[in-house]
């Protein structure tokens, strides 16, 4: 079935510790790449986007991710965690890219980073 | 209001009754998604809302869950004769160009 994967569930990491979250879909074709983050007692927002030219992107707080097509992969990174980083990650897709309407999301990664 | 309003916040119901949730999206978007999510499960696609037309009812889970959208603003998710499975958060999102999609807090269901 085509889905959006996340690899990691729970992900536990010290302050200034490097932080890389695996994603992986299944569509082929054009798709538009995001992840959503979730802090605690937040909603959930937009952290960074991808729809076509660079594939490596950068978001907000430091955040990228690098998209290669070859691996059908979009992981995200950040070199230095901070604990406010502490929150839920979403990988999502749109299949068909502009031309489709629904944001497929994976399981989501629980990240908490220890002071 | 500024973004994409839910409620109630926390509904606790008893199993077997009808109960219905509400979202109140960005004044203007015209799209408007309903998703469910379980711990572990992430985010499962529900209902795709255009205006106030359905045009992607796939992922209701089944006949006991519908929804509405009227005046392409507020959307209505009824769920009938709960069961302990649909307890969960529900979420709803709104969307200017079914691209970014903009949260609301979520109802987080409860069936005894």
């Known amino acids: 079935a085509q889905s959006v994967s996340q690899h990691n569930h729970h992900v536990i990491l010290s302050e200034a510790a490097s932080l890389e979250l695996g994603c992986n879909y299944s569509?082929?074709?054009?798709?538009?790449l995001f992840w959503y983050v979730q802090y605690p007692g937040q909603h959930l927002q937009l952290l960074l986007k991808y729809f076509s030219g660079d594939p490596l992107v950068k978001g907000i707080k430091g955040f990228e991710a690098e998209f290669i097509k070859s691996k059908f992969s979009f992981n995200l990174r950040k070199p230095s965690v901070q604990w406010s980083d502490t929150a839920e990650y979403f990988c999502a897709v749109i299949p068909g890219g502009t031309g489709g309407f629904k944001t497929i999301f994976g399981a989501g990664t629980r990240l908490f980073v220890k002071a | 209001g500024a973004g994409v309003s839910q409620s109630p916040s926390n509904k606790v119901t008893e199993k077997g009754k009808d109960v219905e949730l509400r979202c109140d999206p960005i004044s203007g978007h015209t799209a408007l998604y309903w998703y469910r999510q379980s711990l572990g499960q992430g985010l499962e696609f529900l209902i795709y809302?255009?205006?106030?037309?359905?045009?992607?009812k796939s992922g209701l889970p089944s006949d006991r869950f519908s929804a509405e959208r009227t005046g392409g603003s507020v959307s209505t998710l009824t769920i009938q004769r709960t069961q302990q499975e649909d307890s969960a958060v529900y979420l709803c999102a709104s969307s200017l160009n079914r691209v970014f999609l903009f949260f609301g807090q979520g109802t987080r269901l409860t069936v005894v």
């Open positions: 809302f255009q205006g106030n037309s359905a045009p992607d």
């Open positions: 569509y082929g074709g054009t798709v538009n």
